[in-house]
Protein backbone atom coordinates (compact mmCIF):
# COMPACT_ATOMS: atom_id res chain seq x y z
CA UNK A 1 0.00 0.00 0.00
CA UNK A 2 1.41 3.71 -0.64
CA UNK A 3 1.65 5.96 1.80
CA UNK A 4 0.36 9.18 0.21
CA UNK A 5 1.80 10.84 3.61
CA UNK A 6 5.29 10.44 2.77
CA UNK A 7 4.57 10.70 -0.81
CA UNK A 8 4.20 14.40 -0.03
CA UNK A 9 6.60 14.91 3.05
CA UNK A 10 4.13 15.27 5.66
CA UNK A 11 3.45 13.65 8.72
CA UNK A 12 0.56 11.13 8.89
CA UNK A 13 -2.37 12.74 10.50
CA UNK A 14 -6.03 13.27 10.45
CA UNK A 15 -5.44 16.80 10.22
CA UNK A 16 -2.82 18.64 8.09
CA UNK A 17 -1.29 21.76 6.09
CA UNK A 18 -3.54 21.83 3.07
CA UNK A 19 -1.50 24.75 1.74
CA UNK A 20 1.76 22.56 1.98
CA UNK A 21 -0.20 19.75 0.55
CA UNK A 22 -1.54 21.99 -2.51
CA UNK A 23 1.77 23.34 -2.99
CA UNK A 24 3.65 19.97 -2.88
CA UNK A 25 0.76 18.70 -5.26
CA UNK A 26 1.40 21.54 -7.89
CA UNK A 27 4.99 21.34 -7.73
CA UNK A 28 4.74 17.29 -8.17
CA UNK A 29 2.41 18.02 -11.11
CA UNK A 30 5.00 20.24 -13.12
CA UNK A 31 7.95 17.30 -11.77
CA UNK A 32 5.95 14.20 -12.95
CA UNK A 33 3.66 16.09 -16.36
CA UNK A 34 4.57 13.27 -19.13
CA UNK A 35 4.35 16.18 -21.73
CA UNK A 36 7.35 17.03 -20.07
CA UNK A 37 9.30 13.88 -20.03
CA UNK A 38 7.92 13.34 -24.14
CA UNK A 39 12.19 12.91 -25.21
CA UNK A 40 13.11 10.59 -21.99
CA UNK A 41 12.98 6.40 -22.76
CA UNK A 42 10.03 4.42 -22.56
CA UNK A 43 10.84 2.99 -19.09
CA UNK A 44 11.53 6.98 -17.44
CA UNK A 45 8.03 7.78 -19.26
CA UNK A 46 6.36 5.13 -17.35
CA UNK A 47 7.56 5.70 -14.58
CA UNK A 48 7.15 9.74 -14.88
CA UNK A 49 2.90 8.83 -15.52
CA UNK A 50 2.90 6.50 -12.75
CA UNK A 51 4.48 8.99 -9.83
CA UNK A 52 1.54 11.26 -11.96
CA UNK A 53 -0.95 9.39 -11.38
CA UNK A 54 -0.07 8.49 -7.41
CA UNK A 55 0.15 12.39 -7.10
CA UNK A 56 -3.17 12.77 -8.41
CA UNK A 57 -4.59 9.79 -6.33
CA UNK A 58 -2.41 10.84 -3.14
CA UNK A 59 -3.74 14.61 -3.66
CA UNK A 60 -7.50 13.32 -3.78
CA UNK A 61 -7.27 11.22 -0.85
CA UNK A 62 -5.45 14.02 1.96
CA UNK A 63 -7.39 16.37 0.59
CA UNK A 64 -10.59 14.71 1.83
CA UNK A 65 -10.88 14.95 5.84
CA UNK A 66 -12.60 11.20 5.83
CA UNK A 67 -10.58 9.77 2.88
CA UNK A 68 -7.34 10.96 4.66
CA UNK A 69 -8.62 9.14 8.16
CA UNK A 70 -9.51 5.88 6.20
CA UNK A 71 -5.67 6.26 4.61
CA UNK A 72 -4.21 6.99 8.26
CA UNK A 73 -6.02 3.74 9.78
CA UNK A 74 -5.16 1.68 6.74
CA UNK A 75 -1.15 3.07 6.91
CA UNK A 76 -1.46 2.53 10.51
CA UNK A 77 -2.78 -1.21 9.86
CA UNK A 78 -5.78 -0.57 12.06
CA UNK A 79 -9.13 -0.77 9.62
CA UNK A 80 -9.17 -4.09 7.43
CA UNK A 81 -9.77 -4.91 3.94
CA UNK A 82 -13.48 -3.35 2.97
CA UNK A 83 -16.25 -5.56 4.42
CA UNK A 84 -14.35 -6.71 7.16
CA UNK A 85 -14.71 -3.62 9.45
CA UNK A 86 -17.32 -3.48 12.00
CA UNK A 87 -19.00 -0.70 13.43
CA UNK A 88 -19.51 -1.55 17.72
CA UNK A 89 -22.96 -2.98 18.66
CA UNK A 90 -23.20 0.12 20.97
CA UNK A 91 -23.47 2.68 18.65
CA UNK A 92 -25.77 0.56 17.02
CA UNK A 93 -28.02 0.07 19.58
CA UNK A 94 -28.20 3.72 19.95
CA UNK A 95 -28.93 4.63 16.75
CA UNK A 96 -32.46 2.45 16.91
CA UNK A 97 -34.63 5.18 16.88
CA UNK A 98 -33.06 6.62 13.87
CA UNK A 99 -33.40 3.56 12.06
CA UNK A 100 -37.13 3.30 13.28
CA UNK A 101 -37.81 6.68 11.75
CA UNK A 102 -35.79 5.98 8.62
CA UNK A 103 -38.20 3.16 8.52
CA UNK A 104 -41.53 5.42 9.07
CA UNK A 105 -40.41 7.42 6.26
CA UNK A 106 -40.11 4.64 3.85
CA UNK A 107 -43.89 3.94 4.25
CA UNK A 108 -44.75 7.91 4.05
CA UNK A 109 -43.15 10.88 3.78
CA UNK A 110 -43.69 12.61 6.65
CA UNK A 111 -41.12 16.49 6.79
CA UNK A 112 -41.90 16.41 10.39
CA UNK A 113 -40.04 13.10 11.24
CA UNK A 114 -37.80 13.96 8.48
CA UNK A 115 -36.36 16.57 10.43
CA UNK A 116 -36.31 14.72 13.68
CA UNK A 117 -34.29 12.04 12.13
CA UNK A 118 -31.42 14.95 10.57
CA UNK A 119 -31.50 16.43 14.16
CA UNK A 120 -31.18 13.22 15.64
CA UNK A 121 -28.12 12.64 13.29
CA UNK A 122 -26.84 15.81 13.72
CA UNK A 123 -26.62 15.40 17.17
CA UNK A 124 -24.85 12.15 17.07
CA UNK A 125 -22.62 13.46 14.91
CA UNK A 126 -21.62 16.45 17.24
CA UNK A 127 -21.42 14.19 20.17
CA UNK A 128 -19.16 11.35 17.75
CA UNK A 129 -16.76 14.43 17.24
CA UNK A 130 -16.32 15.28 20.72
CA UNK A 131 -15.41 11.89 21.53
CA UNK A 132 -12.55 12.01 19.43
CA UNK A 133 -11.64 15.68 19.88
CA UNK A 134 -8.58 15.42 22.07
CA UNK A 135 -7.20 12.35 19.83
CA UNK A 136 -8.17 14.63 16.60
CA UNK A 137 -6.27 17.67 17.60
CA UNK A 138 -3.31 16.89 19.20
CA UNK A 139 -2.81 13.54 16.95
CA UNK A 140 1.37 12.92 17.54
CA UNK A 141 1.92 10.12 15.16
CA UNK A 142 5.14 9.37 17.10
CA UNK A 143 3.56 8.94 20.62
CA UNK A 144 -0.52 7.64 19.27
CA UNK A 145 -1.45 4.76 21.07
CA UNK A 146 -2.99 1.54 20.06
CA UNK A 147 -5.65 2.10 21.87
CA UNK A 148 -6.27 5.77 20.19
CA UNK A 149 -5.98 4.45 17.16
CA UNK A 150 -8.65 1.88 17.59
CA UNK A 151 -10.61 5.78 19.00
CA UNK A 152 -10.38 6.81 15.76
CA UNK A 153 -11.32 3.98 14.08
CA UNK A 154 -14.46 3.62 15.97
CA UNK A 155 -14.78 7.59 14.78
CA UNK A 156 -14.39 6.81 11.41
CA UNK A 157 -16.97 3.46 11.34
CA UNK A 158 -19.13 5.27 12.78
CA UNK A 159 -19.35 8.41 11.24
CA UNK A 160 -19.47 6.60 7.81
CA UNK A 161 -22.37 4.68 9.43
CA UNK A 162 -24.10 8.08 9.81
CA UNK A 163 -23.45 9.20 6.43
CA UNK A 164 -24.94 6.54 5.21
CA UNK A 165 -28.42 7.27 7.04
CA UNK A 166 -28.11 10.57 6.57
CA UNK A 167 -28.01 9.66 2.34
CA UNK A 168 -31.57 7.67 3.03
CA UNK A 169 -32.85 10.93 4.07
Same mark, same amino acid.
Given at each position: ?20 ? =? ?6 SKRFHPD ?77 ? =? ?43 ? =? ?10
Amino acid at each position: MTDYFSFFGLRPSPTLDEAAL =RKTFYANSKRFHPDFHTLEDEETQQRVLEQSTLNNQGYKVLSDKDLRLKHLLQVKGVLGAEGTNEVPQDFLLEIMEVNEALMELEFEDDPLV =RIQVTGLIDRLEAELHAEVADVWDSYDDSSITPAQLEQLKAYYLK =RRYLLRLREKI
